[in-house]
């Protein structure tokens, strides 16, 4: 049976009643050590998390049931968070119910799938698909697809081989990530990939094998493009007049805050440097923190330089509408979601040429890419901009349209949800034709469709109609 015979039956199934039952998706998303909920800037809780919630809570609009399971690291937290209608956080006890590190997360893992399977079996939800984030999920999702044959789907967030290329002493978990890594591209069922450097990255350095699709991270724009600067300056109180230098993110080496603070130090201009992030008391981040506050002192850049503090995301988008200008100095970011935030209020981006930040920020267009840990470099891009306030206006205008055509929230939930659709459909029409007594032609036809790597969304909309039909005994074909 030809690809097209193949197409002729979905149209012709477009006629079948609109009311016809549909059974309503849910899909598990799992994030072990990003608690979704969580609020951002504290320890342990940055882009993935945001990724996770938000992808939740865009699914829940499209009509998804959606279940987003993390760990618990205090014993005050709700085992259950309901965040909007059809989309809740599920914190899991596995390991001590305290802050770990994800170094330290690798030995939980059992402890954390069971607590799932058992979680399952109480409330009697069946999942149809599991999305995992990082590979420390990842390998939760293939423990759980092995036990129950669920489609999984995975986002990498970072790549091992990628953030240990250059350190000399890598930790031994390093070579445990690794061999988990590479398993999650090969077994899983696809790999989502949040920009084209990623899918790259997981070629050459993991495996050759596995099904990579780039979707990018979305966001809610609508949220971070809603305040003009004028409105966003007032708010924070900040002058008209003064050049504002943004820095978004948390305090970690990786982050290259120290390369951003040396340029600062060497600006002919006059400017305020928002470095915007908290840190735990206890945590790794404050030591970081601390180090840079003592560069800034040292360079004296003191009276210049603004240490925020935890934003709340509720704010958040004043900060990034009141700058001239987002630094993104990141030694290696996989996607880069301050970025695309900070465009979204039309504040034009300087970042490093590493990662996702290669295609996020266009180059000459959106803002400027230069190379990392190059502060001569990163200096010289902050000057031009700070020098032509004309071309740093038609920067972020035009990166305020790059996003919203490109990295909107409900945009990307759709790919992704027609992503979940092909897969979930594909392993329940399996059963359905176990099930049903259906000619050898209409098998045939049904299987042809499987297999093809062009269906359209209303395609796969119009096969489920049929699969609903043969579930609610409104279309039996049988053999004679």
């Not at 210049?304 to 958040?316: D, E, K, P």
């Not at 200008?325 to 300087?350: D, R």
Request: aromatic share 8%.
């Amino acid at each position: 049976m030809n690809t097209l015979s193949s197409l002729n039956l979905v149209k012709s199934l477009e006629n079948l009643n609109p009311e016809t039952p549909n059974s309503q998706a849910t899909y598990a998303l799992i994030s072990v050590h990003g608690d979704p909920t969580a609020e951002i800037g504290k320890e342990g809780a940055g882009g993935q998390n945001v990724y996770v919630r938000e992808l939740g809570l865009a699914l829940a609009k499209r009509g998804c049931q959606v279940d987003m399971f993390t760990r618990r690291e205090h014993p005050n937290q709700e085992e259950i968070v309901e965040l909007a209608p059809g989309c809740r956080t599920i914190r899991l006890t596995a390991g001590p119910v305290e802050f770990v590190t994800r170094n330290s997360l690798f030995e939980y893992l059992p402890e954390f799938v069971e607590a799932w399977l058992n979680f399952q079996q109480q409330t009697g939800r069946n999942y149809t698909l599991i999305h995992t984030n990082y590979w420390l999920s990842g390998w939760v999702g293939l423990e759980l697809k092995s036990r129950l044959g669920l489609p999984q789907v995975h986002t990498y967030h970072s790549i091992g081989a990628v953030k240990y290329r250059n350190v000399e002493n890598p930790p031994q978990i390093a070579a445990i990530r690794h061999c988990v890594e590479r398993a999650i591209l090969e077994q899983a069922d696809c790999v989502i990939s949040t920009s084209p450097q990623e899918a790259e990255d997981l070629r050459q350095l993991i495996s050759q094998h596995g099904r990579i699709k780039v979707i990018p991270c979305g966001i809610n724009t609508e949220h971070f493009g809603s305040l003009s600067k004028q409105v966003a300056r007032q708010k924070l109180g900040i002058t008209p007049d003064a050049q504002i230098i943004l820095y978004v993110g948390r305090f970690d080496p990786r982050k290259g805050v120290e390369t951003l603070v040396k340029a600062c130090a060497n600006l002919p201009d006059s400017f305020q440097l928002y470095l915007v992030g908290g840190s735990r008391e206890d945590g790794a981040d404050l030591q970081e923190q601390l180090r840079i506050q003592a560069l800034v002192n040292k360079l004296g850049l003191k009276a210049v330089t603004v240490f925020t503090g935890r934003i709340s995301q509720a704010l958040l988008p004043a900060y990034y509408a009141a700058g001239d200008i987002c630094v993104v100095p990141s030694y290696y970011e996989p996607f880069g979601l301050v970025a695309i935030e900070a465009m979204a209020a039309g504040t034009p981006v300087i970042a490093s040429n590493v990662g996702g930040l290669q295609h996020t920020v266009v180059h000459g267009e959106t803002g400027l890419l230069v190379p990392p840990r190059d502060f001569q470099a990163l200096q010289s891009a902050i000057h031009k901009l700070l020098e032509k306030p004309i071309l740093r206006e038609n920067y972020g205008n035009v990166a305020q349209n790059w996003v919203q055509s490109r990295f909107s929230t409900s945009g990307v939930a759709a790919q992704i949800d027609e992503l979940y659709q092909s897969l979930t459909l594909s392993t329940f029409v399996q059963e359905i034709i176990q099930r049903q007594k259906l000619t050898p032609e209409l098998e045939k036809q049904i299987q042809n469709l499987l297999k093809s790597k062009v269906l359209k969304s209303s395609e796969i909309k119009a096969l489920e109609k049929l699969i609903d039909s043969f579930s609610n005994g409104i279309v039996q074909w049988a053999t004679s």
